[in-house]
């Protein structure tokens, strides 16, 4: 892939468009830093541009509520394709129910690991470039602010935390038509760091 893609920049154009709505005052910057940072994991990792594209889409889904879901489905099949709309949504995670109220965290996570059992490759590379950057981010900020920082950023106690780890790593080690080898390492360690850091918050406490 080339350094310049005008199909990625459409995307991160999408998505600011889009985000606006949500995004609380003055806060567009911070909405959109987390795409792009999926976007470089991505990047780094030799993904291929669709799948890029998909994981800058599927973050326009995962902040709209469901309800929006059909009328901004339809503008990404439009204008980035049917692949990076599949892509998209088979990397998103179940959020909602069927109501539209969030679930909670741990039905949630469960329902979502019995997806990535069966989600195309690409929607794997997003999930693991979600959690390095979730991991990493985390991490720096812990190393700044304080084990304690980590109760603050997640709805799910340290236990909680520590199973989601285990259990997607379980996942993505299992699916051997999942290349992402490299990937996969890097999330290891990085997801040990963060398991440690949590023991060692409640070890404090």
């Not at 892939?1 to 003055?26: C, E, T, V, W």
């Not at 792009?36 to 030799?46: E, F, Q, Y």
């Not at 901004?72 to 539209?100: C, H, N, T, Y």
């Not at 679930?103 to 019995?114: F, G, H």
Request: glycine share 6%; aromatic share 8%; net charge neutral.
């Amino acid at each position: 892939m080339q350094g310049y893609s005008d199909r990625i920049n459409h995307a991160f154009a999408f998505a600011a468009k889009h985000y606006n709505a949500l995004a609380p005052a003055g806060g567009g910057m911070e909405y959109l830093a987390h795409p792009a940072n999926v976007a470089i994991i991505l990047a780094r990792h030799g993904c291929e541009q669709v799948t890029i594209v998909a994981g800058i889409l599927h973050h326009v889904l995962e902040e709209n509520p469901p309800d929006r879901w059909p009328v901004l489905e339809q503008k990404i099949g439009e204008k980035f394709g049917s692949v990076a709309l599949a892509v998209a949504k088979d990397a998103l995670e179940p959020k909602f129910a069927w109501r539209g109220g969030e679930r909670a965290w741990q039905s949630c996570k469960q329902e979502y690991l019995t997806q990535l059992a069966t989600a195309e490759p690409r929607a794997l590379d997003i999930i693991a470039a979600e959690e390095l950057h979730a991991c990493g981010s985390t991490m720096t900020a812990v190393r700044r602010l304080g084990v304690e920082y980590i109760r603050t950023v997640s709805r799910a106690g340290s236990e909680q935390t520590i199973w989601w780890y285990r259990s997607l790593l379980e996942i993505l080690t299992a699916r051997g038509d999942w290349p992402r080898r490299d990937m996969l390492a890097e999330l290891r360690l990085m997801s040990t760091d963060m398991v440690r850091s949590l023991r060692h918050s409640e070890e404090r406490r």
